[in-house]
């Protein structure tokens, strides 16, 4: 099993709409996660951290369920601009970031 | 405040040659990260390194692959004879320290290389 797992998409969905992403993880790489965003041929970015107790970001929301060992993100009222590859990562130890191989969503208008 | 620096960003190698790549890291930041990525696939993580130390090269191929960060100047992550399979994104990263606490690593925009 991948130490993270996501679905590579693509997640098609019209402009406006909620869409959630799911990405599962091994305990190798559970002490810490984070949603990056990459778009077409750039660097990934920081999204946000993701906590126990959930969190919000404007339109984003991120939660973690360590009973099930899975991170989520939710996007509400999707803009062209959240069109990109998002990348799931766990932290492993103290320096090693795991990246997903990332769910890719494209906005229709 | 320059970011992280990655150069070249393109890079065009003949089988056989040797490619270096280097990574300049935020000012400031003394660990650094080089990850790979295939197209279509996720990063994987390659090696970390700190100012003169290498601290896990657990994902660096074990032959042709080497990496650096000395005291002065960029870390350069160095392939020798190169092959086709070796063609990807190579995305340099840095944090001010282990363990971050935000967990933000501050990518370079990547170098890509191409082996003919």
């Known amino acids: 099993r991948k130490e993270v797992e996501q679905d590579p998409g693509p997640f098609n969905v019209p402009e406006g709409a909620t869409v959630a992403f799911n990405c599962t993880y091994s305990?190798?790489?559970?002490?810490?996660f984070f949603w990056y965003r990459q778009d077409c041929r750039k660097e990934p970015k920081l999204l946000m951290s993701?906590?126990?107790s959930g969190n919000e970001d404007g339109r984003f929301t991120a939660q973690l369920n360590r009973a099930s060992q899975y991170i989520s993100l939710l996007i509400r009222d999707s803009k062209l601009s959240d069109s990109a590859t998002y990348l799931c990562?766990?932290?492993?130890?103290?320096?090693?970031?795991?990246f997903g191989t990332g769910t890719r969503l494209k906005v229709l208008a | 405040n320059a970011g992280v620096m990655q150069n070249p960003r393109h890079l065009v190698r003949r089988r056989g040659q040797e490619a270096r790549l280097r990574c300049s890291p935020m000012?400031?930041?003394?660990?650094v990260y080089w990850y790979r990525q295939l197209p279509e696939e996720g990063l994987k993580f390659m090696v970390y390194?700190?100012?003169?130390?290498?601290?896990?090269e657990s994902g660096m191929p074990k032959e042709r692959f080497s990496a650096e960060f000395p005291k002065e100047g960029p870390s350069i992550l160095r392939i020798q004879q190169v092959v086709r399979g070796d063609s990807a994104a190579y995305f340099c990263?840095?944090?001010?320290?282990?363990?971050?606490?935000?967990?933000?690593?501050?990518f370079g925009e990547g170098s890509r290389l191409t082996v003919l």
């Open positions: 990263a840095s944090s001010p320290s282990s363990g971050t606490i935000t967990g933000e690593l501050f």
């Open positions: 305990n190798s790489a559970s002490q810490s």
């Open positions: 993701v906590y126990s």
């Open positions: 990562v766990g932290q492993s130890g103290t320096y090693k970031y795991i």
């Open positions: 000012k400031g930041h003394s660990h």
């Open positions: 390194l700190q100012k003169e130390n290498i601290i896990d």
